[in-house]
C-alpha cells in the first residue's frame, strides 16, 4: 500500500507541477513588403533538423528575421546590441551553436542579442552572400532605429559571424551606406569573426572581390584554428595586414588546434575553441561593448 500511495503521490505532484515550455523569442521581420532579389523560394519550406551530433540547424529560410535575446536590465545605461550570424555554408543555417547558443553569452555582458536567420540556401548563386549582406544590413539598420524601444545605444551595434557569417559580417560591413539611405544606419560599430570564411581570395591574392575595406571599416576581431582546412588562418593573417595597414584597429588570434565549426561548443584537446571567448570579451571591453566591472 505504501509503494501505491507513493505512486499515487508521484502522479499527483506532475499534475501540479506541469513541464514549463520555454517561449520561443520574438521576431523582427527584416522585409515585411517583401525581400528583394535574389529571393529563396518558400517551398519547401523552411524546418530545423537535429543531426546524428545532436546539433540543430535551420533550413530553407525564406523570410529572414531576427530573433531578439534581452539580458536583464540592471540599470539605466543604454546598453550595446550584437547581431549575431550563424553559418552554414550558404546551404543551411548553423544556428544552434553559432547562434542561439551565443546569445545567453552576449547577455551574461549586458550585450542585446540579435540572432540573424538569414536566406538560405543562396549556395548554388554566383554570389552566395549577397542575399545574406542585405539581410545583415537591414537588420543592423531596423535594430539600430528601433534602439530605443530595446534601450540600446545606436552607436555600440556590432555583429558577430561565424563561418559563411563571418563572410557575411565582412562584407556588410565594408560596404557603404545604402544609396537609399542618407546616413550610414546600416553599419556596424564593431566587428567579430570567428573562422571567417574566404574572407580573403587566393586566386585575385585579395580580399574577398564583394568587400570594400578603407580606413573607416569598423573594429575587428577575427579568431582563427591554423588547423582550419574549410577557412584559411593564412587568409584570415593577409586580412588583418591589410587591415592594420589602413590604421584599422583589428586582433587576430591564431591556435594550433581546434579546426572549424565548433561555434560556442568547445572541442577537447584544443583549448583555443574556448579560449577565444574570453579573448572576445577582453576586445569587447576595450571597445566599450562591456563594462569593466563584467
Keep these: 500500500m505504501k509503494s ?25 521581420i527584416l522585409w515585411p513588403d517583401g525581400v528583394p532579389e535574389p529571393v529563396v523560394p518558400s517551398d519547401p519550406p523552411e524546418s530545423t533538423v537535429t543531426a546524428a551530433d545532436g546539433l540543430t540547424r535551420r533550413f530553407n529560410v525564406s523570410n529572414p528575421r531576427l530573433f531578439v535575446h534581452l539580458p536583464e536590465s540592471k540599470n539605466d545605461s543604454l546598453r550595446p546590441a550584437m547581431i549575431v550570424v550563424p553559418g552554414g555554408g550558404f546551404g543551411r543555417m548553423a544556428d544552434e551553436h553559432e547562434g542561439s547558443d ?35 544590413r537591414q537588420a543592423i539598420a531596423i535594430v539600430r532605429s528601433r534602439a530605443a524601444e530595446f534601450h540600446i545605444d545606436p552607436n555600440r551595434i556590432g555583429v558577430i559571424g561565424f563561418s559563411a557569417g563571418g563572410l557575411t559580417s565582412f562584407v556588410a560591413a565594408s560596404q557603404p551606406s545604402d544609396s537609399k539611405r542618407e546616413d550610414d544606419t546600416a553599419k556596424a560599430n564593431a566587428v567579430l569573426l570567428i573562422y571567417p570564411w574566404k574572407i580573403w581570395d587566393e586566386k585575385l591574392n585579395a580580399v574577398h572581390p564583394a568587400a570594400k575595406i578603407d580606413a573607416t571599416y ?8 591554423a588547423d582550419d582546412t574549410a577557412s584559411s588562418a593564412v587568409g584570415s593573417a593577409r586580412v588583418f595586414a591589410e587591415l592594420s595597414a ?22 577537447a584537446g ?25
Design 4 to 28: 501505491g500511495a507513493g505512486i499515487l503521490c508521484f502522479i499527483s505532484l506532475i499534475w501540479i507541477f506541469p513541464a514549463v515550455a520555454i517561449a520561443a523569442p520574438p521576431e523582427i
Design 102 to 136: 551565443v546569445c545567453p553569452w552576449l547577455n551574461e555582458q549586458g550585450i542585446a542579442a540579435f540572432q540573424l536567420a538569414y536566406r538560405t540556401p543562396t549556395n548554388k548563386l554566383e554570389q552566395p552572400e549577397a542575399g545574406p549582406v542585405q539581410d545583415l
Design 218 to 225: 569598423p573594429p575587428t576581431f577575427i579568431a582563427q584554428m
Design 246 to 267: 589602413l590604421k584599422v584597429p583589428v586582433e587576430l588570434h591564431v591556435y594550433e588546434k581546434g579546426g572549424h565549426g565548433f561555434g560556442m561548443r568547445p572541442r
Design 270 to 294: 584544443a583549448p583555443g575553441t574556448a579560449d577565444w571567448q574570453k579573448r572576445a570579451h577582453d576586445w569587447l571591453q576595450i571597445r566599450g561593448f562591456i563594462d569593466a566591472a563584467r
